[in-house]
C-alpha cells in the first residue's frame, strides 16, 4: 500500500508539472512562436517580391555591386566578391556590396576554414563561398531560389503550433485522473500504519514500542522449564508454623 501511494503521489506530481508547463506555454512560448513565425512569413514573402522584381536577363547576369563597382560580367563579378573576401578575418559580418536587391555581408568561420555569404533583405539567406568564381554566383542564386520552400515549411510550422495551442488548451485544467484512488489508498495506509503502531512518517511510535517491550512475552512463558515439584509434604503445623 506504501509503494501504490508513492507511485500515485509522484504520478500527481508530474500531473501537476505538467500542468504549470502548459501555462507556460499558452501564456508565452505560444503566443511568441505564433508571431514569430508569422513575421518569417511576411518577411519571406517580402524578399521573395524583391527578387522577383531583380530578374535576371534572358540568358544574362542582371549584375552585381562590389566595394562601390558594378560588375556586369559573371566572371569579373565572381573574382571581385572573392577579392573582397580576403580582407574579411573574423565572424563579424562585413558587407561587401549588393546583388539582385539584397545587401551583401561576407564572415569568416575560422573553424571550418571557409566564407560565408549573407544576402539581407527583410530575412537573411546564407551559402558558404568556394574558390570557382562563376560557381559562387550560382551558389548565391540558388540560396535566393529556395525562399519558396523555406516560406511552405514556416507555414507547416505555423500550423503545428496552432494545433499544439489548441491541445494544450484542452488539457490544461484537466484534474488528476486518480484523485480519488490516491485519497483511498492514503487514507487506507494511514489505518494499517495505526494499526501496526507507525506514525504518518513510518517511524515506530516510541510510547507504543516501550509498552510492547514491557508486556510479558507468552511464547517466553512457554519456553521457560517448569520446575519439579517437591516429593515431600511438609507437616500441617510446619505449614501452620510457616504461615
Request: charged share 30%; hydrophobic share 35%; net charge neutral.
Amino acid at each position: 500500500m506504501d509503494v501504490e501511494v508513492s507511485r500515485l503521489k509522484l504520478m500527481k506530481a508530474d500531473h501537476q508539472s505538467k500542468q504549470y508547463r502548459l501555462e507556460d506555454q499558452l501564456l508565452k512560448h505560444f503566443p511568441e512562436e505564433i508571431e514569430k513565425h508569422k513575421g518569417f512569413i511576411q518577411g519571406l514573402e517580402t524578399d521573395m517580391e524583391t527578387l522577383a522584381a531583380h530578374p535576371h536577363p534572358t540568358d544574362g547576369f542582371t549584375g552585381m555591386e562590389v566595394r562601390g563597382d558594378t560588375l556586369t560580367d559573371k566572371e569579373n563579378a565572381g573574382a571581385a566578391l572573392l577579392d573582397a573576401c580576403k580582407e574579411v578575418k573574423g565572424s563579424d559580418p562585413v558587407q561587401v556590396g549588393s546583388y539582385r536587391g539584397f545587401a551583401m555581408f561576407v564572415t569568416f568561420d575560422a573553424f571550418q576554414k571557409e566564407y560565408m555569404l549573407q544576402l539581407k533583405g527583410r530575412m537573411t539567406h546564407r551559402t558558404a563561398l568556394g574558390a570557382d568564381p562563376r560557381g559562387n554566383l550560382t551558389r548565391i542564386d540558388n540560396a535566393l531560389s529556395q525562399m519558396p520552400q523555406r516560406l511552405e515549411s514556416v507555414k507547416v510550422q505555423l500550423d503545428n503550433l496552432y494545433q499544439q495551442q489548441a491541445a494544450a488548451k484542452e488539457e490544461v485544467g484537466k484534474a488528476f485522473p486518480y484523485e480519488e484512488e490516491l485519497r483511498v489508498k492514503n487514507a487506507r495506509l494511514v489505518e494499517l500504519d495505526m494499526e501496526l503502531n507507525m506514525d504518518s512518517k513510518g517511524q515506530s511510535r516510541p510510547e507504543a514500542a516501550i509498552a510492547k517491550r514491557e508486556r510479558p512475552s507468552v511464547l517466553e512463558g512457554l519456553k521457560r522449564p517448569i520446575p519439579p515439584r517437591s516429593m515431600e509434604k511438609k507437616p500441617r503445623q510446619q505449614e501452620q508454623e510457616a504461615r
